[in-house]
């Protein structure tokens, strides 16, 4: 069936950090800057990110405990 | 692509404060898994892939907002990027209704 997940309001990044991270890079390439939407939706994504690698690391970790144990 | 620039310092925003900071990234492991610890280097990896993730993201939405003669990057270029580059949909911001 049909999953519905939804982000919590909380904002991962420093958001300020993050909004003059994006503003360097848009400024050089002669855009304006974005809309907090852009950054808080990125900020979701690295969150998510992070989260992906982390939970493949646990995994490969406890893999390499395993094998010690052998 | 940001390889071999060493530091991530150009994470620093605002008046040096980082975009993630190491208590922050503790924070998330812990929501992952209780049991897990990270080496210090692999928390600087971690800090240093983030931040080529969002210079990664800028970069390729700047060039789709140019693509559509925009002056400014939209929610939707971004959304686009990530479905795109990592097959991944964040919800919530507004654009859910057009998705099947």
């Known amino acids: 069936g049909t999953q519905i997940r939804s982000c919590k309001d909380e904002v991962f990044l420093n958001l300020p950090a993050l909004q003059a991270r994006i503003r360097a890079i848009t400024t050089e390439r002669g855009l304006e800057e974005p809309s907090q939407d852009v950054a808080v939706l990125i900020s979701h994504a690295c969150q998510e990110r992070l989260k992906n690698i982390v939970e493949k690391l646990a995994v490969i970790a406890e893999h390499r405990i395993d094998v010690i144990k052998l | 692509s940001a390889a071999g620039k060493g530091n991530h310092s150009s994470a620093v925003g605002t008046e040096n404060t980082p975009m993630l900071t190491k208590p ?36 390729s939405t700047s060039a789709f907002a140019k693509h559509r003669k925009a002056n400014k990057i939209e929610v939707r270029d971004v959304q686009l990027h990530f479905e795109r580059k990592y097959n991944m949909w964040i919800p919530g911001f507004g654009t859910d209704e057009l998705r099947p």
Do not use: G, M, N, P
Request: charged share 40%.
């Open chain 2, 24 to 59: 922050r990234l503790t924070e998330l492991v812990r929501e992952v898994d209780t049991t897990t610890q990270l080496d210090e280097d692999v928390e600087e990896l971690l800090l240093q892939i983030i931040d080529d993730f969002v210079e990664d993201t800028v970069k």
